[in-house]
């Protein structure tokens, strides 16, 4: 009788993450075989064999020396990659941020029950924001439930990190504020930040300790609307996120040196739940193009925060959000719920109408001199002119359906026809980089899969010669099938060699040893190591939600996709 009524409590959304296996670390010769592996495709044989002999004097040598420190370190860190990875890529890097690592996109509504159209967009913002609001109150009530993969838990810590949390700029080195709590934890933030026309209010998305309605978010969003139009344009504080992140860093110590009110300023937004942009703009999408829903004005996003919600005045919305706390999946999952929860009331709040008292939105106003005048025209100018481009299409001829219907996966099929495309274009292979999931681990995050396999490059040989007939083709084509889904199984399962490589370089270079050759050949950066994949790609799943990170290197692509039954969408980013 216990065991049943233990057996029927639901899950709590945290309750598995003491209980996940620690990431662990890979055999030096299984990531070094699989390396080698890696960069034939982009290797003649000269080539290849000077790299094989490289790598065969580290996995004898230094390498050997570099990989037992690491087992150490595994030995008293739950996760030995965690903070390396956080500090290496996102908070030790100097680029501007809210363009080149931030992830966003269009939200899916249009496609059903919120098609664009004029006058409604802040009704639609209240209501959204509801749900958003009913999102955070079931991570706080840990009624959200843990995701698996099949039977195995997966990590849930990122999913901490969806509200009240912001990346603050460092002079050399950012980092992340949480101020996220769940109810047995103790409490937690509840006001928002809403920006419009470069100003900025608060208000409590609490009354009473109840989450306001839809009719009450309507009665201060419509204040801050109004107030802003019979107002001049705000200083655009908010487009200093925007900058390169050691100029934000010092722009920042000299607002709050300036006036000790300005630091209060700053961590009201970075504590607040989440960002609501109010954007004049219209960016015209259509179910089948979403290009322009992923432009914006930097003077009404905080691009630091973990979520910035954008509501454009053709009442269609996106999202732009900082990437060091948190992959792209918590967003989508996010995202997926809200989609469902709008397609279930049919976008629409059928509840009271009545409108409690309670405090109106409070402006929040910088003290400003002319060098942080200064500081905000040159992060506007520097942001309008990125050369990123970004084309965003829906492929309807078929889907998932038609896909499995031949016994393959869908997401090889598209990393498969994303190599073919770009050989056509570039007549050489693409080192390209995809996302592998590892929540499978305590505080796993993700793993690179590299799609361009020697049996991937055979393939789009053999699709390119006419000698070859339609029987060679499929040969080729299932091999390369299953050498891609064998490796993507290995990434997550903890078994992928970048991490690994990674690993091994930060150990040497902590040591204050001579970086090793493996990490200077060539090869190593032409076949996309270090960060240098021309191709960067990740399968944003099988649900409505579209989105887009930058691409990793100029002349490069970012390739981002989802796959539906009967279609499929992509949006891809060029530098």
Not at 313 to 332: E, I, K, Q, R, W
Not at 368 to 394: F, G, M, P, W
Request: net charge neutral.
């Amino acid at each position: 009788m216990a065991n049943h009524v233990s057996e029927s409590l639901p899950e709590l959304t945290f309750q598995y993450q003491c209980s996940l296996p620690p990431l662990p670390v890979p055999s030096l010769e299984s990531s070094l075989s699989k390396y080698l592996d890696a960069v034939h495709p982009f290797a003649s044989e000269k080539e290849l064999q000077a790299t094989v002999n490289i790598v065969k004097k580290f996995q004898d040598g230094v390498g050997k020396e570099l990989h037992q420190k690491l087992l150490q370190r595994a030995k008293t860190k739950k996760n030995w990659l965690e903070e390396w990875w956080l500090d290496t890529v996102y908070l030790e890097g100097r680029i501007p941020s809210q363009l080149n690592v931030n992830f966003g996109g269009p939200a899916p509504y249009l496609e059903h029950c919120w098609p664009p159209a004029e006058g409604v967009y802040l009704q639609r913002a209240s209501v959204i924001t509801w749900h958003t609001l009913q999102y955070w109150n079931l991570l706080r009530t840990e009624r959200l439930a843990p995701q698996k993969s099949g039977k195995n838990p997966l990590d849930m810590h990122q999913f901490r990190m969806l509200f009240c949390t912001c990346k603050v700029p460092g002079v050399k080195k950012d980092t992340i504020y949480n101020y996220f709590k769940t109810e047995r934890e103790g409490p937690c933030p509840s006001h928002l930040v809403i920006m419009c026309r470069g100003r900025i209010f608060t208000f409590d998305a609490l009354c009473g300790g109840q989450i306001l309605t839809p009719p009450e978010l309507l009665r201060q969003l419509t204040y801050v609307k109004k107030f802003c139009e019979g107002e001049p344009e705000g200083d655009g504080v908010a487009a200093l996120t925007s900058e390169e992140r050691t100029r934000w860093a010092k722009a920042r110590e000299h607002l709050i040196s300036i006036d000790p009110n300005n630091k209060t300023i700053l961590e009201t937004i970075q504590s607040s739940l989440f960002v609501i942009s109010l954007d004049e703009t219209k960016p015209y999408c259509t179910a089948e193009n979403y290009t322009n829903a992923l432009t914006g004005n930097p003077t009404i996003r905080w691009g630091d925060k973990s979520y910035n919600s954008l509501v454009f005045s053709d009442g269609t919305f996106g999202s732009n959000c900082d990437h060091a706390p948190y992959d792209a999946m918590v967003l989508v999952s996010f995202c997926w719920y809200l989609d469902n929860q709008l397609k279930a009331t049919d976008g629409k709040w059928k509840g009271s109408d009545a409108v409690r008292s309670m405090p109106l939105p409070e402006e929040l106003v910088f003290t400003v001199d002319e060098k942080t005048r200064s500081d905000i025209n040159n992060a506007k100018q520097q942001y309008l002119e990125s050369d990123l481009q970004i084309v965003c299409h829906a492929f309807t001829a078929f889907g998932k359906t038609a896909i499995k219907q031949k016994k393959l996966h869908p997401d090889t099929f598209v990393q498969l026809a994303m190599q073919l495309a770009y050989y056509r274009m570039h007549k050489k292979p693409g080192s390209c980089y995809e996302t592998a999931m590892t929540r499978r681990f305590y505080h796993g995050r993700t793993e690179t899969m590299r799609p361009c396999t020697q049996e991937a490059l055979n393939w789009c040989k053999a699709m390119m010669d006419p000698t070859c007939n339609v029987s060679i083709c499929r040969k080729a084509m299932l091999l390369a099938f299953s050498k891609h889904n064998i490796l993507m199984a290995e990434a997550q399962d903890g078994k992928g060699f970048d991490r690994h490589l990674l690993g091994l370089y930060l150990i040497a270079k902590e040591e204050g040893l001579p970086t090793p050759e493996l990490f200077l050949d060539p090869l190593y950066t032409k076949s996309g190591g270090g960060g240098n994949f021309v191709l960067s790609s990740s399968l944003l799943g099988y649900t409505t939600v579209l989105g887009a990170v930058a691409p990793m290197v100029h002349h490069g692509y970012g390739f981002f996709y989802r796959i539906r039954d009967d279609s499929s969408s992509n949006s891809i980013l060029t530098l």
